[in-house]
């Protein structure tokens, strides 16, 4: 089999945009790495010598340190917790929202939609989101983690397009079959929407997982605080919880310490890690979604 041969400036130009991506990969990666190997190497071993390709002393005594942290397990659960059930009543909410503006037959569809693309850009403000969410109950309350992001316009967006792009017979012949609309909408129009509600899952997701204004907030209740917040109130005090854990205080580990730089690497890592385990999931439908779902708007 005969292959063409390339151009000579044609593989110039490929092998310089293969060694700039490479360049943009090792730049992105790095930092990464550079966290994990800071949080596995021995504190003292940091102390002496700067790391930069491989850890120092490789331990996981910093992280059995940060697990040992009050409230860390509690906290965790929360996170979890809010991951995943505002995950899905977003998916829910935001997805049958995006199903009802398809409807042609639907009143003054054009205005609610605009509306819902103005909200994108305009909001009234932090204090008067913080006054309606006391007023309607939400202070101190699991569900201030879930019902504000019940619907996202952005989300909406882009599973509205992609059930635009669903043959319209499909849905006729369901209701020739004596079909209702939300039956056709969870038994036929969510199934074939998967790759593109798989883009919302993470997106929304990480979302979930990152956020801590709401806890900073509206929730005072030591047992609703999420891990983020948990950890960042630690990350503050890094230089005293690590003195409390050298000291036994933070229920530490015999024999080990730990400083504020590991502390806060470990922390950086145990915030992180839990949501890229999501990805791998998601990754066959996620650019699949994104492309059909950005087609049009």
């Known amino acids: 089999m005969n292959r063409k041969k390339l151009p000579g400036k044609e593989i110039a130009f490929q092998s310089i945009m293969?060694?700039?991506?490479?360049?943009?990969?090792?730049?992105?990666?790095?930092?990464?790495?550079?966290?994990?190997i800071a949080s596995i190497s021995s504190p003292d071993a940091v102390k002496k010598t700067m790391i930069t390709w491989y850890p120092l002393e490789p331990t996981f005594a910093n992280y059995l340190q940060v697990f040992k942290l009050n409230g860390i397990f509690n906290a965790f659960i929360v996170s979890v917790s809010r991951t995943f059930a505002g995950t899905a009543v977003t998916l829910f909410f935001t997805s049958i929202l995006a199903y009802t503006l398809t409807k042609?037959?639907?009143?003054?569809?054009?205005?609610?939609?605009?509306?819902?693309?103005?909200?994108?850009?305009?909001n009234a403000g932090l204090i008067p989101w913080y006054l309606t969410m006391r007023t309607i109950g939400l202070k101190d309350s699991f569900l201030v983690y879930i019902l504000p992001t019940a619907v996202s316009a952005y989300s909406m967006i882009l599973i509205k397009t992609y059930m635009e792009s669903i043959t319209a017979?499909?849905?006729?012949?369901?209701?020739?079959?004596?079909?209702?609309?939300?039956?056709?909408?969870w038994r036929i129009v969510m199934p074939i929407c998967k790759p593109v509600l798989a883009a919302i899952i993470v997106f929304t997701a990480v979302g979930q997982w990152n956020s801590w204004t709401d806890n900073l907030l509206l929730v005072n209740n030591m047992n609703l605080k999420t891990l983020q917040m948990t950890?960042?109130?630690?990350?503050?005090q890094a230089t005293n919880v690590a003195n409390m854990a050298r000291t036994g205080g933070a229920?530490?580990?015999?024999?080990?310490?730990?400083?504020?730089?590991?502390?806060?690497m470990t922390i950086t890592m145990?915030?992180?890690?839990?949501?890229?385990?999501?990805?791998?999931?998601?990754q066959k439908y996620f650019i699949n979604g994104i492309m059909i779902g950005a087609v049009k708007g």
């Open 251 to 264: 229920g530490a580990v015999s024999g080990a310490a730990i400083s504020p730089f590991t502390l806060r």
């Open 18 to 36: 293969i060694i700039l991506f490479t360049l943009l990969f090792l730049s992105c990666i790095y930092p990464f790495y550079y966290i994990f």
């Open 231 to 236: 950890l960042l109130e630690y990350l503050n």
């Open 104 to 122: 042609n037959e639907l009143p003054c569809r054009k205005f609610f939609y605009s509306i819902a693309i103005v909200s994108m850009y305009i």
């Open 169 to 185: 017979g499909i849905e006729e012949s369901a209701m020739i079959d004596g079909a209702g609309y939300f039956t056709i909408y």
């Open 270 to 282: 145990v915030v992180t890690v839990p949501i890229l385990v999501v990805y791998p999931f998601m």
